[in-house]
């Protein structure tokens, strides 16, 4: 087969795209060339000292597909013509981090086009070593030790964390030694079945809850930062031996006559690392599952169903294990559901005085666009892990249609990521269903309108979309134009050298008859410096404002951000009244805009 | 040859576990306590085998042993049936143990079992397990296996990440000893290029890191560069490889390897065409070693490449070496059906890029008729018919010939249709997965028996093929005695079964083992008479023609058990 790493796992956000699922790798091999590919990426992968690094594995990927290729003895490589697309890439190779994966996980993202050229710069991964011994000082022998990722250096673990499970088994002196690490935090944990229970033979460990370093269960498990290139030695592990419980079930429904495959996977409820993996074929008669060596603890079960389209079903299931098997577990998989629709991208007004402002490509076509949907968190705490179908990207084909698929059901929202940064979205509508014209049940679109409206359209991108499961909502349709502007500022208080709260600042449209266009507000959180940035406006005129703001989890990705709800901008157009007025040309980048906080008196 | 390696012995914590080794020459015969050369039949009540797991006389503790089904058909690496882990005292117990084939194994990877067979040592211990088994005294003799570690570095001295390592013995008469053979690539380089391969036999051995041509293999993957083959001593040649000793218990240090530069990997293009010349599109690209006498050598796949509209393909990184080249119209490795069956080209790549392969995929010949089972009425035997699928291979003739064949299943009405067949003599045969129980007969056409197989021209559509299958419960359970007292060392003794009368070279049912207890069984017979041939498995030396031990006509009924006992006469090898 010609998938790399069977001793590493990824858990990556990006799943939706099909990422390396053990069965389906070979299927994956090549860029989507529907017609017009218009190029190829090119680079060269070097390590830290600028020497190149040969034979990496270089993952180039966008929402319509990936195309993956390795280095040559000069680190140099190419891909095959690619569609036109927003690409990311990324490498790895034996020993090495991509530092890319770090800056992912704080919500930033470098895209590449057809000609470019990359280069990947890859860093010396961090090392773990130490030795496995039993209560009374023997060396275990062919243990599995694993080196679970569980947050960044930085900030808690949220949905966007890399969390990846490295694995490797003690040699006769009971030593073992995990490289390759990404900087981060660790816990590391010795004994069981292995990650996928792909033993070649039995061992006396199959059947083992781990025990976490130093002598524990997860509970009271110490962790192990990592910094980049960083060797932690002499972690050693005095083995418990306890025995686990095993977690078994049956995948009801998951027979199929083609080449699908359920992944079958095992996270601590309050975690999203993988704890072990099972994979199930469609085409097996024998569709049951066995986790064998599971600590007492909460776990989410997540099933998910992948054939050549991509994830087509998912289910989800809490398990409590305490003290004893958990068995007779049955799972059916729901059908997920999908959004599809258009984009747009208006033609630029021949003869404009502005075109020379813009930076950027105007002659950028709609597959460029990235679309995104994530699934609102809810009201329960809810899982860190993305199975399940909480998420989906897609890129439109040549024609601009999209289709975002493999969704649970429940409440989303919808992102855009524009071409470039001159363009913007002027409209987005969903409309409302009658038979001829959507497939969806009416209870499937949750309208921000009233019912009785007439064929009103609905905005998505705020009043977000719920979808029942297997639903499938069509004609969202997104509506891009040239000549976006940009804004950026840092905010300042009365109070110097007072510690600044957190800030929000909101974007206020200062024409009347713009009042009600929810896509002309944004929101833009403040960072540390007191700095912001809006991208992707449409041209006119706005009122800035400053507000402290809740605390919340970190923006999971550099998309426009989301506007506030219709009470929300209410409130805001009359709290703006009385500030100053901006005024943005098309393609006008403007920098350096201070804004004065002054803080209420009451609220 | 001497290694200028170190040897140095390993310290560990615990003493009881570590074994030098002494002068003792471990029997290679196997050591079974003479209670358990027959079971024990004591009041009934489920089986268990039980004994001790020692080294050196020492006990040791924390091994799993576990009895691993001979027959596995499910999905993922075998499960044990029972297994245990030893106590202080170095013992086990497996209890509660269905009946059934297995192969006893203990795990102790930093170990070499010395009691085993070394032929069936890398298996286990078969063991064909009855309902009052009460077996004792299974006992293995451990002894410290030896440890090769070293640094596989570059010419600039940069340490090789993951380069996997090959071990093979110095002395070529040991190559052929199953346990000299280490699986190749099962120990890798870290970060700091540093290796330890440990549980090894005392001996002298070969090391290597890299890949070397037309070595059997095959290189899927997307490495565009690779290491050649460099053996310690920093050469690429075998004979002139430093051999590294490795002795019991010890380590070898410093066996370090220098790598030179990484070769270049090259590309094969080409196009599918059908029968009128067309392209193909979508057409999967398979590819295989071959041998100097232009067959496949066994292993072949895909790395998913796939002709494009032109139906023209390009595969890349590959090594340099012979190659034999097929397609398929459908998925590679589908178990869907094809209309159309490929050519095999052969090409060699040197030291540049090849293009202009041309493969034909043919639009083939056909098979249809019907399955019926033999012997019995049994609705629940015939509704399992269509659990049952249907090989065809046309037998090879001259030139290259793609390794594979084609399956089709059975409808419920017992009819089959199988497509896609390459003109010539076409055997049908009983597909995987097996179902128990079911034999394949006999294929008649026209009429008439046809052993030999179903001739079929170009294109040609046979129709009217009745396949019989038998269907049986039947069991034959049966001991053997070796009048010399004990199994004779090194020996593979084994069983043929045919079905008695049948003509020279056919009627061929199934062959199996003799476990440790001299025991044997053979299930899932139609009724009849059948003829058993004893004898020793094991390659024979050259110039020695081997002899059947003994033979025995047995009638087996259609449902139950029937016992033979046959005796291991050994007959002077002829020349």
Redesign the interface.
């Known amino acids: 087969?010609?998938c790399?790493a069977l001793t590493v796992r990824f858990n990556l956000l990006r799943r939706a795209f099909g990422a390396c699922a053990f069965l389906l790798?070979?299927?994956g091999?090549?860029a989507q060339?529907d017609n017009a590919p218009q190029g190829v990426i090119t680079g060269r992968v070097i390590d830290e000292s600028g020497q190149p690094v040969?034979?990496a594995?270089i993952n180039v990927s966008s929402p319509r597909g990936r195309a993956?290729?390795?280095?040559?003895?000069d680190g140099r490589f190419s891909t095959d013509n690619l569609p036109r697309s927003a690409y990311t890439v990324n490498a790895n190779?034996?020993?090495y981090f991509d530092p890319s994966s770090l800056e992912f996980e704080r919500g930033e993202r470098t895209y590449y086009q057809p000609g470019d050229a990359v280069t990947i710069r890859l860093n010396?991964?961090g090392?773990i070593t130490g030795r496995v011994t039993?209560a009374?000082?023997?060396?275990l022998?062919?243990v599995h030790v694993d080196a679970i990722r569980v947050r960044p250096l930085e900030g808690q673990a949220n949905s966007n964390t890399f969390t990846r499970t490295f694995e490797r088994t003690t040699?006769?002196?009971g030593v073992y030694?995990i490289?390759?690490l990404t900087p981060g935090v660790y816990l590391v944990a010795a004994g069981g079945q292995g990650m996928f229970?792909?033993?070649?033979?039995?061992?006396?460990y199959d059947d083992d809850a781990p025990t976490f370093y130093p002598s524990t269960t997860h509970d009271g498990a110490t962790e192990i930062t990592i910094q980049a290139g960083q060797e932690a030695t002499d972690i050693d592990i005095r083995y418990r031996g306890e025995p686990g419980h095993a977690v078994s079930g049956v995948l009801v429904n998951g027979q199929t006559s083609d080449?699908s495959s359920t992944s079958i996977t095992l996270f601590p409820a309050s975690s999203n690392y993988t704890v072990s993996s099972r994979f199930?074929?469609g085409?097996?008669s024998?569709q049951v599952f066995v986790f064998n060596g599971i600590a007492d603890g909460e776990y989410d079960l997540v099933a998910e169903q992948y054939s050549r389209d991509g994830r087509t079903a998912a289910v989800s299931q809490r398990v409590s294990v305490r003290g004893k098997d958990v068995t007779g577990l049955k799972l059916a998989l729901a059908p997920l559901a999908a959004i599809t629709g258009r984009v747009v991208l208006e033609a630029v007004p021949a003869g404009a005085a502005w075109r020379e402002q813009c930076t950027s490509r105007l002659d950028a076509v709609a597959s460029e666009t990235t679309l995104s949907v994530r699934r609102e968190r809810d009201a329960r705490a809810d899982a860190l892990h993305p199975g399940g179908g909480r998420l989906a990207d897609a890129a439109p084909d040549d024609k601009g249609e999209f289709y975002l698929r493999g969704l649970a059901a429940g409440r989303f929202r919808l992102t855009v990521r524009p071409p470039n940064s001159d363009w913007y979205v002027r409209t987005a509508t969903l409309a409302l269903p009658n038979s001829a014209r959507t497939n969806a049940p009416p209870a499937a679109i949750r309208a921000g309108v009233p019912p009785s409206a007439p064929a009103a359209n609905i905005n998505p991108l705020f009043d977000g979309l719920t979808l029942a499961a297997g639903s499938q909502v069509n004609g969202l349709t997104l509506t891009l134009a040239p000549g976006a502007a940009a804004l950026r500022g840092h905010v300042t208080t009365a109070s110097e050298g007072a510690a600044l709260p957190e800030f929000e600042i909101y974007l206020v449209p200062a024409e009347r008859e713009r009042a009600d266009d929810a896509l002309r507000y944004a929101t833009a959180r403040v960072r540390s410096d007191g700095a912001f940035t809006f991208t992707h406006l449409a041209p006119g005129r706005y009122r800035l404002l400053a507000r402290p703001a809740p605390a919340r989890e970190p923006a999971d990705d550099q998309f426009t951000s989301l506007p506030p709800d219709a009470q929300t901008r209410a409130l805001l157009r009359r709290e703006a009244e009385t500030t100053d007025i901006i005024e943005l040309q098309p393609c006008q980048h403007l920098k350096d805009y201070v804004l004065h906080y002054t803080p209420k008196q009451a609220h | 040859m001497r290694s200028n390696a170190l040897l140095r012995s390993?310290s560990?914590?615990?003493r009881a576990?570590f074994c030098v080794l002494s002068v003792v020459a471990c029997a290679l015969a196997p050591h079974v306590n003479t209670h358990a050369q027959t079971p024990v039949r004591a009041s009934k009540g489920s089986a268990f085998v039980a004994g001790r797991v020692t080294c050196e006389e020492h006990p040791v503790a924390?091994?799993?042993v576990?009895l691993?089904p001979v027959n596995w058909s499910?999905?993922?690496?075998p499960?044990?049936a029972a297994?245990a882990?030893t106590d202080a005292e170095g013992r086990y117990r497996l209890t509660n143990v269905p009946v059934g084939s297995y192969q006893l194994?203990a795990?102790?990877?930093?170990y070499i079992i010395s009691n085993a067979n070394p032929l069936t040592a890398r298996q286990g211990r078969l063991l064909n397990i009855t309902a009052d088994d009460q077996l004792e005294g299974l006992d293995f003799m451990l002894t410290r296996?030896g440890?090769i570690t070293g640094r596989v570095t570059n010419a600039e001295g940069k340490p090789v990440?993951?380069a996997r390592l090959r071990i093979i013995t110095a002395d070529e008469a040991d190559r052929r000893n199953p346990q000299y053979m280490i699986p190749p690539f099962a120990f890798q380089t870290?970060?700091r290029g540093v290796y330890?391969i440990?549980?090894l036999l005392a001996g002298r051995y070969l090391v290597s890191v890299g890949e070397g041509q037309d070595e059997g293999f095959i290189r899927?993957?997307?490495?565009?560069?690779y290491i050649p083959r460099t053996f310690y001593g920093d050469t690429s040649e075998q004979a002139q490889a430093k051999p590294v000793e490795v002795v019991a218990g010890a380590e070898t240090s410093g066996v370090d390897i220098t790598v030179g530069?990484?070769a270049?990997t090259y590309e094969a293009a080409g196009r599918v065409v059908d029968e009128h010349g067309q392209p193909v599109a979508g057409a999967g690209l398979i590819y295989g070693a071959v041998n100097a006498t232009g067959r496949f050598t066994g292993g072949y796949g895909?790395?998913?490449?796939?002709t494009?509209e032109r139906g023209e393909f390009r595969m890349k990184?590959l090594m340099p070496g012979h190659y034999g080249l097929f397609a398929s119209q459908g998925?590679?490795f589908?178990?869907e059906p094809s209309a159309t069956y490929s050519d095999a080209v052969a090409f060699e790549i040197i030291d540049q890029d090849v293009s202009g392969l041309e493969i034909k995929l043919t639009h083939g010949a056909s098979i249809s008729g019907t399955l019926v089972v033999e012997g019995t009425n049994n609705p629940a035997v015939v509704a399992r018919l269509t659990e049952l699928r249907l090989g065809a291979g046309t037998r090879a003739t001259e030139g290259l010939v793609p390794p594979v064949s084609t399956e089709a299943h059975i409808n419920a009405d017992g009819s089959f249709l199988i497509t896609g067949l390459r003109p010539g003599k076409v055997q049908l045969f009983l597909g995987y997965p097996p179902v128990k129980g079911f034999t394949l007969l006999r294929v008649q056409h026209d009429g008439a028996d046809s052993p030999q197989g179903i001739e079929v021209t170009s294109g040609a559509q046979v129709s009217g093929v009745r396949v019989v299958v038998a269907y049986g419960t039947g069991v034959i359970r049966g001991q053997v005695q070796y009048p010399s007292g004990a199994r004779p060392a090194g020996a593979r003794i084994a069983v043929n079964v045919r079905r008695a009368g049948a003509a020279e070279g056919e009627g061929y049912v199934a062959s199996v083992l003799v476990d440790e207890l001299g025991r044997f069984v053979v299930e899932n017979l139609s009724a009849g008479e059948y003829e058993l041939t004893l004898f020793d498995a094991a390659t024979p030396t050259p110039g020695q023609r081997r002899q059947p031990a003994d033979r025995k006509l047995v009638n087996v009924p259609d449902t139950g058990e029937v016992q033979v006992t046959l005796v291991f006469n050994q007959t002077p090898p002829t020349q």
Do not use: I, W
């Not at chain 1, 009374?136 to 060396?139: M, R, V």
């Open positions: 087969m010609s790399q790798c070979a299927l091999a090549h060339t040969a034979n594995f993956n290729t390795s280095s040559d003895t190779a034996p020993g010396k991964g090392v039993s009374n000082g023997e060396p022998v062919a040699d006769d002196r030694r490289y390759g229970g792909f033993n070649s033979r039995p061992s006396p080449n199930v074929a085409r097996d024998n | 390993t560990t914590s615990a576990l924390g091994v799993l576990a691993m499910g999905f993922g690496p499960q044990p297994k882990t194994t795990n102790a990877p930093a296996g440890v990440v993951e870290d970060d330890r440990y549980g899927v993957g997307r490495a565009s560069s530069k990484p270049h895909s790395d998913g490449t796939r494009n990184n998925q590679a589908s178990q």
